[in-house]
């Protein structure tokens, strides 16, 4: 436990002097985030950060409301450019590969990082047709029967058994809950190589909201996993590792246990204990 | 006993009735106006109303002062129907390009809309006087079907085009976000999620523009119609529309009840159409 060496960054001074938190988590990284800063027309939002998000583990992003968790999440495959007016700089690497280079087009990003939004969207047309939306463009069903191509998804998320029946019906039906699993397969049905999750409980009720977590843990097995939120208990439950973002700066990063049993910046201690937030 | 709940001032009370009161009777009026228009119509040209009036061309000595309007029916329908052909696809075109390929904030977008707004502003008799100039004389078309559903189109253009751009403008960033997370195109999700969704709004400001344009008399009173035609239209052939007909007949002052009819008979036409959109928006909403 004295061994590790948990990140320190109460204040920007001493945050300059501290080590990057690439050397401090050894597991291989999805994700190496380099000085990233974002701004909104001539607003901060994020501002140098510096990270490793870990593969096949479930990294929560936590921060008060406001703090840039949405941001930082959306900088990782760049939906954020979807929103008119921000800039991004600095370096995002997915495996190596620089995400911002010229010569990489953003749909194909998008395409690789998968993401799921706060409140989930079905697209106006059938449970069937949302399931292949993505896949269907990324020519993924290659021949295959396109029912069985969706249940594989539909399955996996736990969605199969309720629509299996009514797949012509308009997606907009479904409850909440459902509604979200079902973004959850459509996003998976288009092949992600990792899967963002940006606050996906924050319509749900807590029923729904524990079948998601369930998927969030099982789905680590197979890719890297970020989920943003700004429920302590939730990060506490679902992730292997923390980041904690306030003010659009990176407070505090690394193992969700230590993190949890021993905040080395007040801030985090003060968050975590539920003093604000 | 003391009261807790206590009365609200007398003052207030009386100036939310009046509120009320004022707003019932803006009601009133707004629907009074287009129902006493129908009425007076339907009670002053019901009498002319038969299937040989919308069937016969007009006849009689002077020209209209009996037999029916059918080729005035088929002249007006025959305008709006190109006019939209050539209108709609345009109107879209430019709505979708405004709206998903300009930069939203910057100066092509500004010009383009306020060049639509403007367009959309200028009187239906400039429309008519500039497909004179430009249709009828400059382009050789002559006054004929042709000349009259460009002129059309041109008017409905920027209707259709504002009304479009407004209806994607409304689609929430949601959507719009969700789909193109997973990294398809934007054409791919204009034409599966953004166009249909935004297709009741689009349904709406056709019909909008095609009643502005059958019921506009100047247009196409120097670039499409004549007094009299008869046979089916053809698009090198003046035509005869209700509106200038039934310009014809009330300046010449022939027989009034024949201009009711024809009257009664483009406000139902209208109402028809509306009534139809309304239905194919809300089966196209369910």
Redesign the interface.
Known sequence: MASLTLPRRLDPEQGRNAPPFAKIITSPAAFELRNLAVTYGAIPVLRGIDCRISEGAVTAIMGPSGCGKSTLVKTLNRTLELTAGIRVSGEVKFRGQDLYAASIDPRSVRRTLGIIHQRPVPFPMSILENVLFGASFHGRINGEDRIDYARRFLERVSLWEEVKDRLGDRAECLSGGQQQRLCLARTLATKPSALLLDEPCSALDPYATRHIEEHVRDLKRDFPVVIVTHNVAQARRVSDYVLFIYEGELIEAGPTEHVFAAPSSRLARDFISGQFG | MSAWVEPLRPSAIAADRLYVALGWLAGAIGFALPLGIVGFLVVEGIGRISWDFLLLPPMGYPLGSSGGIAPAIQGSLALVGLGLALALPLALASAIGLSEYVE??GRMAKALRFAAESLAAVPAILYGLFGYTVFVVFCRFEVSLLSGALTLGLMMLPIILIGTHAALQAI??????????????RS?AMR??FL??ALPGIVAVTVLAAGHAVGSAAPVMFTASVAYARGAPALDAPVMTLPTHLYYIVSEALDLEQAYGTALVLVIGLLCANAFAMLLRRWLI?
């Open positions: 939203p904030s929430e960033f949601e959507l719009r976000e969700s789909a193109l997370a997973l990294g398809v195109s791919y599966r999620i249909p969704r369910r």
